[in-house]
């Protein structure tokens, strides 16, 4: 038999671990064994694969031609191996492995840090990676396998339209509010017409996204049209221009408990909502999804209210 022929996972997966991190400290530190043990699978491999896999490059190493070539084989090793590992551990309903959590910027400032220590706590093999975006943009990486699972939201005046094969499940029903100056003519109401506002500048997240489509939408259903002079991804930035005096604002529950002082928060006349919804394909509401909804559910619900 030839040598090219007896490669062994230990080594692949050392070659693996150094292409992923890049020096053989960090690969070390990775598989919990020593510099000079890291050293020596490579030396081996080498010999087994008779041509050189990494050379000098300064006081460190990289791989030669030979050496990405055969690490992008031990990366799909390394992935044939992970998935099997998750396959048998969901055999047993165990949540384990990585999980890819796509989120809108709300929701990862809300709930999604409450939601990665319960995760952390009941399932110490998870490996959660979070992802920031919107709907529209993480949609179709859902459909692609690009991410397991999102936090999005549906608004009463712009209901999330889900796609086939994608389930969703709501986790939070939140109102939403309109943010004023403190010295706003209308601050003073119990519940703002929100066609009063039309001439007023208006904050709102950028053009295309659910939440200006539910802004608009809103202001439209009551007879008249926002004029949107700040789009701004983030609640916290535009509940800043709100603050000093500079722009009104439809804004969410969750976005509202950490706002500045100088806001004054008033129910819309006709009530609009924002819905939490997490979403995932159909077909793969594996143990880890499961839990994952779980924590970011409970993670709404042990929220404080603002008063």
Request: charge should be neutral.
């Amino acid at each position: 038999m030839a040598a090219r022929e007896r490669l062994t996972w230990d080594r692949l997966r050392v070659l693996d671990a150094l292409a992923e991190h890049g020096s053989v400290a960090a690969a070390a530190a990775a598989l919990h064994v020593t510099a000079p043990a890291v050293s020596q699978q490579l030396r081996k491999l080498e010999r087994e694969c008779r041509t050189r896999l990494v050379e000098p490059d300064g006081r460190g190493i990289r791989l030669t031609a030979a050496g990405r070539m055969l690490a992008g084989h031990a990366r799909t090793a390394a992935e044939a191996v992970q998935a099997a590992v998750r396959a048998l551990a969901e055999l047993d309903g165990e949540a384990i492995g990585p999980v890819r959590l796509g989120a809108v910027g709300s929701v990862i400032r809300g709930i999604v840090p409450e939601a990665l220590t319960r995760l952390a706590e009941r399932h110490p093999g998870l490996q959660p990676q979070l992802f920031d975006g919107e709907g529209v943009h993480m949609i179709p990486k859902l459909r692609t396998g690009e991410l397991d699972l999102l936090v999005i939201e549906s608004w009463s005046s712009r209901p999330l339209n889900l796609p086939a094969r994608i389930g969703g499940e709501v986790i939070s029903d939140e109102e939403v509010f309109v943010a004023l100056p403190e010295a706003h003519p209308l601050a003073g109401r119990d519940e703002v017409p929100l066609a009063e506002l039309a001439e007023d500048p208006w904050t709102a997240c950028p053009a295309g996204t659910d939440a200006y489509e539910a802004l608009v939408q809103a202001v439209r259903d009551a007879g008249a049209e926002p004029g949107v002079r700040h789009q701004l991804t983030d609640y916290t930035s535009q509940l800043a221009l709100v603050a000093a005096g500079h722009a009104v604002s439809l804004v969410p529950e969750l976005a509202r408990r950490t706002a500045p002082a100088g806001i004054a928060f008033r129910p819309c006349r006709t009530r609009v909502t924002r819905r939490l919804v997490v979403a995932h394909v159909t077909d793969r509401a594996t143990p880890a999804i499961r839990a994952c909804i779980d924590a970011c559910r409970e993670s709404v619900t042990a929220q404080p209210a603002r008063g």
